[in-house]
């Protein structure tokens, strides 16, 4: 009897990891196609795989299983930079295209914030995320313009500007 129940559990165990792995396999959501191209300042911003690759964006690494990452390096961005720059697709192949694109420098933390200042000076609108005037984003934003941008201002990691779909 007790070498009966150990082979129905061993098949339970056998039919679950089965079901588990099959299931693993499966995407919960349908694929996300990309959003419409959009560019700012010569850089994109958002759309599908291709426009990554006419951008610049040809150096693409699966990241995991259900994202890829594209980059270039030496990005300059309203005169400032050069900065590494990376885009961010859905789906492990890039098929759901990306919705915003990430800007750092890989020695200086203080770089990015030169763009705030360009940004400023042009006329955007600038708040922060957090407590009071000490937040961990500036957010910058101007009438009429199809993206804002948000600067981390924090020291955790490296300091990044995204710039974003409005």
């Known amino acids: 009897m007790l070498a009966v129940v150990r082979a129905e559990r061993r098949s339970r165990g056998a ?9 693993a396999g499966c995407s919960a959501e349908p694929p996300v196609p ?14 599908s795989l291709a426009d ?42 890039g098929s759901g295209g990306f919705r915003q694109i990430t800007l750092w420098h890989d020695r200086d933390q203080s770089a990015v914030l030169k763009v705030s200042e360009a940004l400023k000076k042009q006329g955007w609108s600038f708040s922060y995320t957090g407590e009071g005037a000490r937040g961990d984003q500036m957010i910058l934003v101007r009438k009429g313009e199809p993206v804002h941008f948000s600067i981390d201002l924090s020291y955790w990691g490296k300091r990044r500007v995204r710039i974003l779909p409005e």
């Open 52 to 93: 990554a690759k006419r951008g610049g964006f040809d150096n693409c690494i699966e990241m995991d299983g259900g994202h890829l990452r594209c980059r270039r390096s030496g990005v300059m961005l309203l005169g400032e930079g050069p900065y590494e720059a990376a885009l961010d697709l859905s789906g492990g192949d």
């Open 34 to 47: 990309p959003p419409p191209p959009l560019a700012y300042a010569g850089l994109p911003v958002s759309g």
């Open 15 to 23: 039919l679950a990891a089965a079901l588990a792995a099959a299931l």
